[in-house]
């Protein structure tokens, strides 16, 4: 099911989000280090202007695992510490994380933890996609991030 929901949540999402304007890159490549050793693959990275606007992790969980929730927000922290973002976003099926917001302490980033309810009626489950889109783009700034992707 984690992957049927990243699946879902990628292509419904990157709809919404395109239709604002940029391009989304699926399981997009980046180095959290200079010397490329540590690699990382965020679900979905959206650009605007050639330049990473949000970063978005899919989070399906059938119950909350030791640790929970610490290891999503490291993750979401280390992909906005290397695309240069200054906010990053889980997105959870409901019932495995309440919409939450996270300020890293001396680090200016905050996490986003945000739950869509798959129990709902399937149009009902993409306008759920489509407010997250418009939000996340009311959301998004990034100031000179590190990486950047020629408009396709």
Not at 4 to 23: I, K, M, N, S
């Amino acid at each position: 099911m984690a992957k049927v929901f990243e699946d879902f949540l990628t292509a419904t999402l990157t709809r919404a989000l395109e239709a604002h304007g940029g391009l989304c890159r699926a399981q997009d490549p980046h180095d959290l280090d200079g010397a490329g050793r540590v690699g990382m693959n965020p679900d979905l990275v959206w650009y605007r202007a050639g330049r990473p606007a949000a970063v978005i992790d899919a989070k399906y969980k059938a119950e909350k695992p030791a640790g929970f929730p610490n290891a999503d927000v490291y993750q979401l922290l280390a992909y906005c510490t290397a695309l240069g973002l200054t906010e990053g976003h889980l997105v959870y099926a409901k019932g495995n994380e309440p919409t939450v917001t996270h300020h890293i302490r001396n680090a200016g980033i905050t996490i986003h933890a945000h739950a869509l309810d798959l129990a709902a009626a399937p149009d009902a489950l993409l306008a759920q996609v489509d407010d997250l889109a418009d939000r996340l783009t009311v959301s998004s700034v990034s100031p000179a991030p590190l990486a950047t992707v020629a408009a396709g």
